[in-house]
């Protein structure tokens, strides 16, 4: 995804998370918001399901006029936390490949040893016959 694409999409996301603090805090219905903002409700739909872009100065109505931080300041709080969820997810990544590294080794140690203990059992018959003679030994 290109740079403008990502700001789009992150504006869009923005004003959707918006809507959703609007309606809780101020328990405005969608048609309130738009009344309030000087545009029609279809207008939100649209901007909501990513047909039309967020304007800018549809942003700055929503930040000024129900005080809420911009798209920049929710930009930066995500990046924050997503850059800090990557470092945690990067230290179990590490540990993962170690665990994994490990059971590999673990697994050709064992195939190892069951390829030179089982080694002269070529068929099912065969297998069959080593049961029967190591069962009737115990």
Known sequence: ?????????LNRQWFIDALLKIKSMHRHTQEAIAENLGVTQPMISRIKGGTVKVPRGLIDKVVEFYKLDSPEAYQADFTKEY????????????????????????????????????????TLEEFN??????????
């Open 83 to 122: 850059s800090s969820v990557k470092e945690e997810e990067a230290s179990y990544l590490s540990t993962i490949k170690i665990r994994y590294k490990m059971l590999e080794s673990n697994f050709m140690d064992i195939k190892r040893e069951l390829e030179t203990t089982y080694s002269f059992i070529a």
């Open 129 to 138: 016959a080593y049961l029967k003679t190591d069962l009737n030994h115990k």
């Open 1 to 9: 995804m290109d740079r403008d694409k990502e700001v789009e999409e």
